[in-house]
């Protein structure tokens, strides 16, 4: 084995989302560097493929101003603790995977002191807080772009980006397997079934988990035979059972450890909580209605900030209100319950919907391994 091939990366991803990412991106980069070494802070899908994580990844997976500042002074010592590790211990690149707000600032640190830096996930900067794009040319050598119009912004704007295609794409496939997926879970073939997603993250099950209920029990009053399932982290899973018990629907909602894209092959429609679940319930091609409620003050900066009508990623993508956006105030368990009921007695509309979903999973869809580890190569080149 040649030396080239003996690579150590540090990398951070800071949430669910970024670890689906970042395994896939280590499937990559493994293959380009077979005895590549890589630490930091990870999850699941990165341990599994050796990745030594020297923090829990819980510890950064926290959304929101005031979240945040009530984690703060932990989250900068872990950043503090992380950065002093890597000048000392010095890895040939650093690759910042989304979480911003924390891999952001540790990368200009890395940077200014002369590492190479990748950042992977472009930040939203053509959505919302575009004052970031000064931070991300300080920040990253290079950015791995998932969406096909951000290069072009980038190098706008005097950053180094690639294309590389959504990871998601080639994982989720062209034509979900439905049947198969209802069987895995025990589902019956010819019941319609809900898929109910509040979301991955402690603060959005609390503000969420007890609304999607509620939603259930009113459109089961009018879909008695309506079936329920809802996908849950096992580290979440006592607080989500909890919030079930108190419910009028704990009988009849199902919860499954993991398994959320079996979850959205299996489902007819899905009400599921603004994020990167969200684009996979579109790669699913499933018809959905997008939710979200956070801390008052969190939304009032963050909506002062948004620069496009979308909150939504199957919106922003399809640059349409293609799919239904209920929001803070606006996200009752009745108005909810009744969009997705309407998915249901739509099947004209759920058509087009998914021919629409198809055109953008393949334009998505790209050999996203073997182009990161493409640009990654040449970063480490220059």
């Known amino acids: 084995m040649s030396d080239a091939q003996h690579k150590r990366f540090a990398m951070v991803a800071g949430e669910p989302s970024g670890d689906l990412l970042a395994g896939l991106l280590l499937d990559g980069i493994q293959a380009r560097w077979p005895m590549l070494q890589a630490q930091g802070i990870g999850g699941p899908q990165m341990l599994r493929r050796g990745f030594e994580s020297w923090w829990p990844q819980e510890k950064l997976a926290v ?127 010819d019941a319609p079934v809900v898929a109910l997603l509040p979301g991955s993250r402690r603060s959005e099950i609390r503000a969420l988990a007890a609304r999607f209920f509620a939603t259930a029990a009113l459109m089961r009053q009018r879909m008695p035979d309506l079936r329920f399932v809802t996908p849950v982290i096992p580290s979440l899973r006592e607080e989500v059972e909890a919030l079930l018990r108190a419910s009028d629907v704990a009988d009849r909602v199902q919860l499954v450890d993991g398994r959320s894209h079996d979850v959205l092959a299996a489902c ?93 999973h393949a334009e998505l869809q790209r050999d996203t391994p073997t182009l990161c580890a493409d640009a990654i190569e040449k970063v480490l080149a220059g």
């Open 63 to 189: 959304r929101g101003y005031i979240e945040v500042l009530r984690h703060y002074a932990e989250i900068a010592s872990i950043r503090r603790q992380l950065k002093a590790r890597l000048l000392r211990e010095w890895p040939e690149l650093f690759i910042g995977i989304d979480a911003p707000d924390f891999n952001l600032d540790l990368e200009s640190a890395l940077r200014g002191r002369g590492m190479k830096t990748v950042h992977f996930v472009c930040p939203s900067i053509w959505a919302w807080r575009a004052d970031r794009i000064e931070k991300i040319r300080s920040a990253a050598d290079h950015v791995l772009c998932i969406f096909p119009f951000e290069p072009a912004l980038l190098e706008e704007q005097g950053v180094e980006a690639s294309y590389v295609g959504h990871p998601l794409a080639n994982v989720i496939p062209m034509e979900p397997d439905r049947a198969a997926a209802r069987a895995v879970l025990g589902l019956p073939d």
């Open 268 to 360: 007819d429609v899905t009400l599921i909580a603004s994020g990167t679940a969200t684009l996979e319930a579109a790669l699913f091609k499933r018809p959905m209605v997008i939710a979200y409620n956070m801390n008052r003050v969190s939304w009032h900066l963050m909506h002062r900030q948004q620069l496009q009508p979308w909150v939504g990623l199957p919106n922003i993508l399809c640059r349409d209100f293609v799919v239904p956006e209920l929001l803070q105030e606006a996200a009752t368990p009745e108005a909810l319950a009744e969009a997705t009921l309407r998915w249901l007695q739509a099947p004209d509309e759920v058509g087009a919907l998914q021919r629409r979903f198809t055109s953008l």
